[in-house]
């Protein structure tokens, strides 16, 4: 199997891959062309010395060219890494000498950052623009013209690993976190079955794609479905994101808490084009219930809250079109296995008595790279520990409680 065949292979056989892959203010790209992008970009990459399990780093803001050179490195069986921009440039220099990566895709403005975090390193990785053509520098797109538009993609076993992505180092230094190509074949389960997201609806997160929540239900479950991508450039202000929903038209919104109250706020909600949004999605803080009900009323449309992880790269638990209950943070989602576990590793059972919530789904990491320890303490037997305390009532709807401070002192610290 291959990573980017997967994720490509239903929108290429819709309308002969000329649905839209990815919308942007200024272009749209059908997945006819966003194929050959990735292909040319695979063989630009095979040219610059990546063979299969190389790690890629990517520092560039959402843009088609970030989702080329990922696709890319998924064809040629490499590992693609986008990264946080805000990462500082000793979390560079620490995330080039763990990756021991074999090329360094970024933005002009991260170009001397990235040169910074590398410069006393003994064999830095090549630095290559994305964006725009940087004196003294290759381009990449200059290198990817001179490349044909299809490649045999490289395949690998669903163990082997296909991606990283490196947490954000709130609780010690980031740490690399090991997804293998199983993960993308059902990657698109939830998004599918429960928010009926199919070829031709479009989808917006105003998270950046360096974040599991965009990255895994935009970039990899909306391309596993078909769907269309929108992307926006920058930072995500509330004007922003209200200029890229009236434009687009987005059937599902993913963002946070912080965003939809500023959203409401200012008076954005009630702008013609969330009139179209069938789903609003919330996740990454607590929804507060005063804002879960003003949106509602301001709207008609609930905000359904979930939760996610990095570790897990989709939402595992969420609250459904048909079955939420404002407050929560919902029910695990379908081909996901949750438990609650005591303090004395007990399985709770009873309603009502707070836990560590487990995970288990296809979708969850194989590891921490390099961090033995760590990955001992998180991943036991095909269950993610997460850390998050939850309880839940009689219905079956989960209740966030707050962090486990002892799984916190293991995994955030040596």
Known sequence: MNGADILLEQGLEISSGENPAILTERTSVSYAQLDAAACRAGHAMGVLGVNAGDRILIMADDRPEHIYAYLGALKIGAVPVSLNLQFSSRNLTNIVQDSACKLFLVDTQYVDLCAQAMFQLPAPAPLVVLDVASPGLPFFADLMKEQPASLDSHMLDPDDMALWMYTSGTTGEPKAVVHCLRSMLTIDGFLGSVFGVGPGDRIFCSSKLFSAYSLGHCLLAGLRLGASIILHEGWPSAQAVGEVVHKHRPHVVFS????????????????????????????????????????????????????????????????????????????????????????????????????????????????????????????KDGWYVTGLVFLVDDQGFYHYQGQDDDMLKIVGQS
């Open 256 to 379: 946070v808490p912080t965003l939809y109250d500023v959203l409401l706020q200012q008076g954005f909600a009630g702008f013609q084009g969330f009139a179209c949004v069938r789903h609003f999605i919330s996740s990454g803080e607590d929804l507060p219930r005063a804002l879960a009900e003003q949106w509602m009323a301001a709207t008609g449309n609930p905000i359904l809250q979930g939760s996610g992880a990095t570790e897990a790269l989709i939402m595992y638990m969420g609250n459904q079109p048909n079955d939420y209950l404002t407050g929560s943070t919902g029910k695990p989602f379908p081909g996901t296995k949750v438990k609650l576990v005591s303090k004395n590793g007990e399985v709770i059972n009873d309603p009502g008595i707070p836990g560590v919530l487990w995970v288990q789904s296809d979708s969850v990491a194989r590891e921490y790279w390099h961090q033995k320890a760590r990955s001992q303490a998180a991943f």
